[in-house]
């Protein structure tokens, strides 16, 4: 579930991501994840955790048949 402001979305952690991997999703770097969210510690993440994604990703992508 995503839930959009004017500069970034709201994104729930599920088992096994990383900020890298969040990160290669929408386009951001790990790094600006991490400063958005004050996240010293990237292995820190949990599952059910909510962040935020900084403004610059996109939160969909679209399939063509």
Do not use: C, H
């Not at 990383?18 to 510690?41: F, H, P, Q």
């Not at 955790?49 to 679209?62: C, H, L, N, T």
Request: aromatic share 16%; proline share 3%.
């Amino acid at each position: 579930m995503f839930f959009f402001a004017s500069d970034y979305f709201y994104y729930t952690v599920r088992r096994g991501d990383t900020l890298n991997k969040i990160g290669k999703r929408y386009g951001v770097s790990w790094r600006r994840i991490a400063e958005a969210n004050g996240i010293a510690d990237p292995k820190s993440l949990q599952a059910g955790q909510v962040i935020k994604i900084p403004d610059g990703a996109s939160a969909f992508s679209y399939t063509s048949r």
